[in-house]
């Protein structure tokens, strides 16, 4: 999905070989999706001489990490070789033994690694292993590369409010829906597949109004990973208005649901759902619920990551508001046509140069891909 | 830029290590980009046992072919290996000796090529080294496939008109400028750069009116391919209102400029440009001069290939009369807001059904690939 390695600062070191090998280890990685989290998703590969010799991933919250289930499987075979990681091998004992202990032990001669563990630094693995001799390289590339792979991830290292990616799908004239916004599929079942497997990712999915009220979605991952932990749905509801019959409050294989709503509607609310879903009172403003307090809320709860699924005014509003993390845009070979809704409203009110700087620093560091008739796009936010 | 061999049919009896090769020659041609047209792109290996022994291009118009070149390097060394072709080897003497000779004579085993040469069968290259007891496997995949590869000769073997490309720079919300159509750049420097490259495999670069009265574009091939024969600028005139000085008629590195007006208004034009450019005489409607004479008219020039630069309206009318196969969408990370020019302009007089189907069957067949922050989708019709 990503050539994460290239052109990254720190990386020139490395030879073509070592890049190679790392950008497996990262290829490697991404098998965790869904399954790891709030873990990092890592990859290992240990090669002697440009030959592989064992590749592994790290599988499973509270499994072997990647270096040690690489090291595993070679016993004796791994001494003298290179061990590739895309991520710093931990020093610390968590959940399993730290991984720096079991690379020396090995015998491994040498350590390439991409991203830095965050806030280690002497602490970390690197500097550990070559305190004890070992070489070392790493870490390469920079926090944005990394993040770009493990968005929740680094993401909790700096900020205690939820990681939030937008997932839109547009028309090429950056369309969601037709005219009267009635429910119909831009996209391809290939590009459906890929937002069940998304959604696994993440400990929440985020809906507003309109569009609980308009397609009653059920909200759970239903794709190539079954999450380890199901994502709770999230439904705004300003006025109080959801029903206990909703598909994404009825729990059937999801995460169980939170119900947001204005604190005067709450109790309202609570009686009628009776006990389907959490319901969660947040202050609402005149533009709706406030946004940053509702993130407040989802973080108090454990939610670390929401995927917001529309509608288009909601992911506006967190574009607006700055609590919009990454988007996730699906681009459909299709032309809706004038009438149709916006994906990014902007409506005559707001001001040009808020319009002008409403993505700005917001790039692509992974590459695009397609999904049969469809295009994903994924941007980052800057800084 | 593609991964042309996936799920190509046909190419179930080929080996992991028999695409990899054929996905590399496909990778190779791509080199004559700007260089070979009209003839197709090609690129051959020469490899034995999964080594690859030779390497090579179609590089320029008239020299060498990719195949004859691969072996011309190995000489009594290519005994005995597979070769790996983008297309059928050629049967027949042109301006080169045929390669299926070339391959014959240099003991080649086993020939593995991608597409058919159009309108070759029983007289390819590829049935005439079959009966002469060379291996061969080929075509794989379909014609769409190859043509995606290769546009403007596939498009050249079924039909009259040009082949058509727009290309459109789009921000998220679907829109080519800003409030009032001032010239801005959505786009940054990695994109600009990659459409200068594209031009270099035009013969023609086509603006409309109002493109070129805002930018006055010089429309010339000032990247990293310097075209074999530099594209013609054809700017649309229907008024008759070019002069002498506007840079694509200054023919400063550029091919000799063609201003398209109203029968009405060519004499009155030729004299005002006083033998600067050709002007072409083609019948105007109620909505501009017809589309369709003007690409007959650019035929008749000896134009196989149009790159269409904008604006909307015109793109859109291409689009409309089906008299585009191919779109290069650059997508920009930016927000323009709703007062922006549209790229896919819609009036309110079209009937949603026009609107529905503008881009029916229309399909992305190579993959998407980043230009710094920018991301470019090509679109092929389908069919």
Redesign the interface.
């Known amino acids: 999905m990503s050539a994460p390695l290239a052109g990254a600062a720190g990386g020139d070191r490395l030879s073509a070989t070592d890049r190679a090998f790392l950008g497996r280890s990262v290829e490697l990685g991404r098998k965790g999706w869904g399954r790891v989290h709030p873990n990092p998703m890592v990859g290992a590969v240990v090669a002697r001489a440009g030959v592989t010799l064992a590749e592994a991933h790290h599988a499973e919250f509270g499994g072997p990490h990647a270096e040690a289930a690489a090291l595993a499987e070679l016993g004796e075979r791994a001494r003298g070789a290179t061990l590739y990681s895309s991520l710093e091998p931990c020093a610390h004992t968590g959940k399993t033994p730290p991984c720096a202990e079991a690379i020396r032990a090995a015998g491994i001669e040498r350590v390439v690694y991409w991203a830095a563990e965050p806030g280690a630094v002497e602490g970390g693995g690197g500097a550990w292993l070559r305190r004890r001799g070992v070489r070392v390289a790493g870490p390469c590339g920079d926090v944005a590369g990394w993040a770009a792979e493990n968005p929740v991830f680094f993401h909790a290292a700096r900020s205690e409010r939820p990681f939030v990616a937008l997932k839109l799908a547009?028309?090429?004239?950056?369309?969601i829906a037709?005219?009267g916004g009635r429910r119909v599929w831009l996209t391809g079942p290939e590009a459906r597949s890929e937002v069940h497997r998304l959604r696994a990712g993440f400990d929440a999915i985020l809906v507003g109004t309109r569009t609980w009220k308009a397609d009653d979605p059920m909200l759970t991952a239903r794709g190539a990973v079954t999450p380890r932990v199901p994502p709770r749905p999230v439904l705004l509801d300003r006025r109080g208005e959801a029903v206990r019959d909703l598909r994404a409050l009825r729990g059937d294989g999801a995460g169980r649901a939170i119900v947001v709503t204005a604190p005067g509607a709450a109790g309202r609310v609570e009686e009628r759902l009776g006990g389907r879903g959490e319901v969660v009172a947040v202050p609402a403003g005149t533009r709706g619920l406030e946004l940053a307090a509702l993130m407040e809320a989802l973080a108090g709860r454990g939610v670390g990551s929401v995927f917001c699924e529309g509608g288009g005014v909601l992911a506006a509003s967190l574009l607006a508001e700055g609590l919009a993390d990454r988007l996730y845009?699906f681009?459909a070979?299709?032309?809706?046509?004038?009438?149709g809704v916006?994906?990014?409203?902007?409506?005559?009110g707001?001001r040009?140069e808020d319009?002008?700087t409403?993505?700005q620093g917001?790039?692509?560091r992974l590459?695009?891909?397609?999904f049969g008739?469809d295009?994903l796009?994924v941007?980052d936010r800057g800084g």
Chains 1, 2 share one sequence.
């Open positions: 547009v028309s090429l004239d950056g369309r037709p005219r845009l681009v070979p299709v032309v809706v046509g004038g009438g916006p994906a990014f409203p902007v409506t005559p707001d040009p319009v002008a409403l993505m917001w790039q692509p590459d695009p891909v397609r008739d295009t796009i941007l």
